[in-house]
């Protein structure tokens, strides 16, 4: 059961609505990052799991803690190559013959937590940039649905900075 979508901008929040889910937007002002968490685990509540998707912030690891339920993090490219922001940009700059996406677990480290699932696609030096982008948005939401559905099914078993999954 989707309890909500907060985001820390507007985009999707028209779409959020016509389907019928409460969408709440918690901007994150400079220097104001502790107050925008605070108001986001108001919002939150009692979650069994957070599932973030283009939320390009770090989480503290106060959030973390108070959250005190796992979540999970969509990151578009094949971690742990290309961590932060524009990796489709630097990828088409390297010229990668794969693209991917990685789910993981969200510590407060930067893309670092354990992987749940990964998948890559074939590209080449014909594919543009926003080429790129629209083959990895096909992998990404491929990748998050199943360490999703993996997590929600207890098919994870957290070892360490590994996953075990079944």
């Known amino acids: 059961e989707v309890a909500m979508v907060l985001s820390n901008h507007l985009d999707h929040a028209e779409q959020v609505t016509a389907m019928g889910l409460p969408f709440h937007h918690v901007p994150i002002e400079p220097g104001a990052r502790a107050e925008a968490e605070r ?55 390297r010229g990668v013959k794969l693209i991917g996406a990685t789910a993981h677990y969200v510590t407060a480290e930067l893309d670092a937590g354990p992987i749940i699932d990964q998948d890559v696609t074939r590209v080449s030096h014909r594919d543009e940039i926003s080429d790129l982008e629209r083959i990895g948005r096909d992998i990404e939401r491929l990748v998050l649905a199943r360490a999703v559905i993996a997590h929600l099914d207890d098919r994870v078993l957290l070892d360490g900075d590994r996953t075990v999954v079944f």
């Open 39 to 93: 108001r986001a685990l108001e919002l939150i509540g009692d979650v069994d799991l957070l599932v973030l998707a283009r939320y390009m912030q770090i989480l503290s690891e106060d959030f973390l803690t108070r959250l005190q339920a796992p979540a999970i993090n969509i990151h578009h490219s094949f971690l742990p190559a290309f961590v932060g922001a524009e990796p489709y940009r630097r990828a088409h700059e």
